[in-house]
């Protein structure tokens, strides 16, 4: 089954070789495209260089040219990119006889405008004339000589390709804290500093960068991958200039650096803004957008957890008397405004061992998750006065207070039972109005 990034290779090799249409083959590039042919001429660090080099060989050979992709692989770079390897043979005819080139192709595809190109090409053919610290980028050659591209040219190009990747760049050394071992421009800017505020900040420990709470399961899930195979993928949070947190999606392999030390190079996309959706959407999912407060099956949620952890609790059910009335005579907003202001109270007055929640309506609930009866109490309390102040100085006219039902669980007991008892303790306080009752065990 074809693949979109297998889909593009060869809809580009189709249009570049078997029917030499330099337009189509261009659209498929991105603007800043690199490439690197057999020459040291054929280099281009743009479409337009691209595509002056093209012009001249359609002009030299224009023929049609057949082709064969395998061996084809294909990596995510993140979110936003894909890095090939294929094996590629191209299929000459020249007076009746077929020549065949095998060659390598690596290539990087980003998405621009909303679609897929390709930001760069190097072709590439084995040789064993190939000496050490020596570069051999090749391409469809028209003839069998090699031509060689020094190996600072070569670094040269890896710089521009390396400006094309969606993602920062960044290698560390496999030892005590990560030294630094490579970063690029790109991964500069993620951070916000310059290469020597970096190293001021880190001391060259790219541990430093990674946000003290998940520097400890970032290095085991990091040892935990490669120790399954040499490479790894995590997201997680760094921390960049000014102390601002950046969360990042992190795609990393195992290395070995030109003196012989394990080291790791990876590559780095801020998904910062993608987080902040999936935790909106999250916080949107589990709280009432009138109050803030959990909604019902939140709230209800986390009480069933703490069920399992603890013995007892107490559960409070409040409720709004003559609600109606105030909707009726002050209108909806007027009500949603009492409804707002009671739970701030209850934000106020609640600690952190209370889970809170507005469960439909004016009915409220509060769940503290420990045996608290007198301090339940004491906080409902606070909330009805307060709360009965607030409303009788914005509507004198109307009776506007808080009943409250409360119920002590007993251990073993589930949320269905003690919501029961609150509610009954609720319907006896709403009685008087303005009351908090306990359930009493019969």
Same mark, same amino acid.
């Given at each position: 089954?074809?693949?979109?990034?297998?889909?593009?290779?060869?809809?580009?090799?189709?249009?570049?070789?078997?029917?030499?249409?330099?337009?189509?083959?261009?659209?498929?590039?991105?603007?800043?495209?690199?490439?690197?042919?057999?020459?040291?001429?054929?280099?281009? %660090?743009?479409?337009?260089?691209?595509?002056?080099?093209?012009?001249?060989?359609?002009?030299?050979?224009?023929?049609?040219?057949?082709?064969? =992709?395998?061996?084809?692989?294909? +990596?995510?770079?993140?979110?936003?990119?894909? &890095?090939?390897?294929?094996?590629?043979? !191209?299929?000459? @005819?020249?007076?009746?006889?077929?020549?065949?080139?095998?060659?390598?192709?690596?290539?990087?595809?980003?998405?621009?405008?909303?679609?897929?190109?390709?930001?760069?090409?190097?072709?590439?053919?084995?040789?064993?004339?190939?000496?050490?610290?020596?570069? #051999?980028?090749?391409?469809?050659? %028209?003839?069998?000589?090699? %031509?060689?591209? &020094?190996?600072?040219?070569?670094?040269? =190009?890896?710089?521009?390709?390396?400006?094309?990747?969606?993602?920062?760049?960044?290698?560390?050394?496999?030892?005590?804290?990560?030294?630094?071992?490579?970063?690029?421009?790109?991964?500069?800017?993620?951070?916000?500093?310059?290469?020597?505020?970096?190293? @001021?900040?880190? +001391?060259?420990?790219?541990? +430093?960068?990674?946000?003290?709470?998940?520097?400890?399961?970032?290095?085991?899930?990091?040892?935990?991958? #490669?120790?399954?195979?040499?490479?790894?993928?995590?997201?997680?949070?760094?921390?960049?200039?000014?102390?601002?947190?950046?969360?990042? &999606?992190?795609?990393?392999?195992?290395?070995? &650096?030109?003196?012989?030390? @394990?080291?790791?190079?990876?590559?780095?996309? @801020?998904?910062?803004? %993608?987080?902040?959706?999936?935790?909106? $959407?999250?916080?949107?999912?589990?709280?009432?957008?009138?109050?803030?407060?959990?909604?019902?099956?939140? !709230?209800?949620?986390?009480?069933?957890?703490? #069920?399992?952890?603890?013995?007892?609790?107490?559960?409070?059910?409040?409720?709004?008397?003559?609600?109606?009335?105030? +909707?009726?005579?002050?209108?909806?907003?007027?009500?949603?405004?009492?409804?707002?202001? $009671?739970?701030?109270?209850?934000?106020?007055?609640?600690?952190?061992?209370?889970?809170?929640?507005?469960?439909?309506?004016?009915?409220?609930?509060?769940?503290?998750?420990?045996?608290?009866?007198?301090?339940?109490?004491?906080?409902?309390?606070?909330?009805?006065?307060? #709360?009965?102040?607030?409303?009788?100085?914005?509507?004198?006219?109307?009776?506007?207070?808080?009943?409250?039902?409360?119920? $002590?669980?007993?251990?073993?007991?589930?949320?269905?039972?003690?919501?029961?008892?609150?509610?009954?303790? =609720?319907?006896? !306080?709403?009685?008087?109005?303005?009351?908090?009752?306990?359930?009493?065990?019969?």
């Amino acid at each position: 089954m074809k693949t979109h990034m297998r889909e593009l290779l060869e809809q580009f090799f189709r249009h570049y070789l078997r029917e030499r249409n330099l337009e189509d083959t261009l659209a498929l590039l991105t603007d800043q495209v690199i490439s690197l042919g057999t020459g040291e001429q054929e280099v281009a %660090r743009n479409k337009e260089e691209l595509r002056a080099l093209m012009e001249c060989e359609f002009k030299e050979m224009p023929q049609p040219l057949d082709y064969e =992709l395998f061996n084809y692989t294909e +990596n995510p770079l993140g979110e936003y990119g894909w &890095s090939i390897f294929t094996n590629v043979l !191209a299929k000459i @005819d020249s007076e009746g006889v077929t020549m065949e080139m095998l060659t390598r192709l690596t290539c990087i595809c980003v998405k621009e405008d909303g679609k897929w190109k390709i930001a760069s090409l190097h072709m590439s053919t084995p040789t064993v004339e190939q000496e050490h610290q020596e570069f #051999f980028p090749l391409r469809y050659g %028209r003839n069998n000589s090699v %031509r060689k591209l &020094s190996s600072e040219t070569g670094e040269k =190009l890896m710089e521009l390709v390396s400006e094309a990747l969606p993602g920062g760049i960044m290698g560390s050394y496999l030892e005590e804290g990560y030294p630094l071992y490579t970063i690029n421009d790109t991964m500069l800017n993620i951070l916000g500093y310059a290469y020597e505020e970096l190293v @001021d900040a880190t +001391n060259e420990k790219m541990m +430093n960068i990674i946000y003290p709470p998940d520097q400890k399961w970032v290095e085991e899930s990091i040892e935990k991958q #490669f120790h399954e195979k040499n490479e790894y993928k995590v997201e997680y949070r760094i921390v960049g200039k000014g102390g601002r947190i950046i969360w990042v &999606s992190d795609i990393g392999k195992k290395i070995k &650096s030109e003196d012989g030390r @394990d080291a790791m190079i990876s590559i780095m996309t @801020d998904v910062s803004d %993608r987080i902040e959706r999936e935790n909106q $959407l999250i916080k949107e999912a589990q709280l009432d957008p009138l109050t803030g407060l959990y909604n019902r099956k939140r !709230a209800i949620s986390l009480i069933e957890a703490d #069920f399992l952890k603890e013995k007892s609790g107490t559960l409070y059910i409040c409720d709004v008397d003559n609600f109606k009335s105030m +909707n009726d005579t002050k209108g909806h907003l007027a009500g949603d405004r009492a409804l707002i202001h $009671l739970a701030k109270l209850i934000r106020h007055y609640a600690d952190e061992n209370c889970v809170t929640a507005r469960l439909g309506g004016d009915e409220f609930m509060l769940y503290f998750t420990e045996d608290a009866e007198k301090k339940g109490a004491d906080v409902i309390g606070k909330i009805q006065k307060e #709360f009965a102040i607030a409303m009788k100085t914005s509507n004198p006219d109307l009776d506007i207070t808080i009943s409250a039902g409360g119920a $002590l669980r007993n251990a073993g007991e589930d949320f269905k039972d003690l919501y029961k008892k609150a509610d009954t303790a =609720l319907y006896l !306080a709403k009685k008087e109005k303005g009351q908090l009752k306990i359930y009493k065990e019969q």
